[in-house]
Nanobody, 123 residues
Framework: QVQLVESGGGLVQAGGSLRLSCAASGRTYAMGWFRQAPGKERDFVAAISWSGEIIVYADSVKGRGTISRDSAKNTVYLQMNSLKPEDTAVYYC???????????????????WGQGTQVTVFS
């Protein structure tokens, strides 16, 4: 089973930017980013298919977030700009265990999760 390791979280002022990375130990069929704030459910943020042809964003990050992948490095990135305090959460990357191009915004599409990286946005 592939392993996922996130990095790039931190403390940032509102309006600032962060780039999160998720390194996989092997090839993945697709990769997604989710986030979970204290006391809330885990929410979808963005996802990208293996080919990069399918990219999906949550409405909450459209226009502010960009997901990309470096297939040679088995790494996916999430660039977040114009950060808001409500973006504060633990950000998780995830990968499905089989080929998938549909329902990438659904938690059930994913079998493997990283340990998460904390993003804190202060005003």
């Amino acid at each position: 089973q592939v392993q996922l390791v996130e990095s790039g979280g931190g403390l940032v002022q509102a309006g600032g930017s962060l780039r999160l990375s998720c390194a996989a130990s092997g090839r993945t069929y697709a990769m997604g980013w989710f986030r979970q704030a204290p006391g809330k459910e885990r929410d979808f943020v963005a996802a990208i298919s293996w080919s990069g042809e399918i990219i999906v964003y949550a409405d909450s990050v459209k226009g502010r977030g960009t997901i990309s992948r470096d297939s040679a490095k088995n790494t996916v990135y999430l660039q977040m700009n114009s950060l808001k305090p409500e973006d504060t959460a633990v950000y998780y990357c995830a990968a499905p265990g089989s080929p998938r191009t549909a329902s990438l915004e659904r938690i059930y599409a994913y079998d493997t999760w990283g340990q998460g990286t904390q993003v804190t946005v202060f005003s």
